[in-house]
Nanobody, 128 residues
Framework: QVPVVESGGGLVQPGGSLRLSCAVS????????IGWFRQAPGKEREGVSC????????YYAESIKGRFTMSRDNARNTVYLQMNSLKPEDTAVYYC?????????????????????WGQGTQVTVSS
């Protein structure tokens, strides 16, 4: 059983919106920060956002700040990434991952090595 499963990706026109979901099971979801990453073809994986275990604090990369919002529902063991005003450069496979740190987002929040359990990813394509 895969402990981290992303969903909600798809094809959307520029300026549109999508909401990604990440369901986490069996790995103490409520105690850990969770991050979203993305990887576009031919590019390195990029840290997009992170949310603390209680959902009190969040981190956003400059490239998506003001357009994306991350949230979590600990009762449902699920995190969300609401993506608005999407641009073609947002096209990528989006991954969810559990941070190695409990409670707070890791100090190296955009470093993929700061996370342990990863999902398989969900494709987001922004195109007219």
């Amino acid at each position: 059983q895969v402990p981290v499963v992303e969903s909600g990706g798809g094809l959307v026109q520029p300026g549109g919106s999508l909401r990604l979901s990440c369901a986490v099971s069996g790995i103490a979801f409520n105690a850990y920060a969770i991050g979203w990453f993305r990887q576009a073809p031919g590019k390195e994986r990029e840290g997009v956002s992170c949310i603390s275990s209680a959902g009190v604090s969040t981190y956003y990369a400059e490239s998506i700040k003001g357009r994306f919002t991350m949230s979590r529902d600990n009762a449902r063991n699920t995190v969300y990434l609401q993506m608005n005003s999407l641009k073609p450069e947002d096209t990528a496979v989006y991954y969810c991952a559990r941070a190695r740190t409990r409670l707070s987002c890791p100090a190296y929040v955009s470093n993929s090595g700061s996370y342990d359990y990863w999902g398989q990813g969900t494709q987001v394509t922004v195109s007219s």
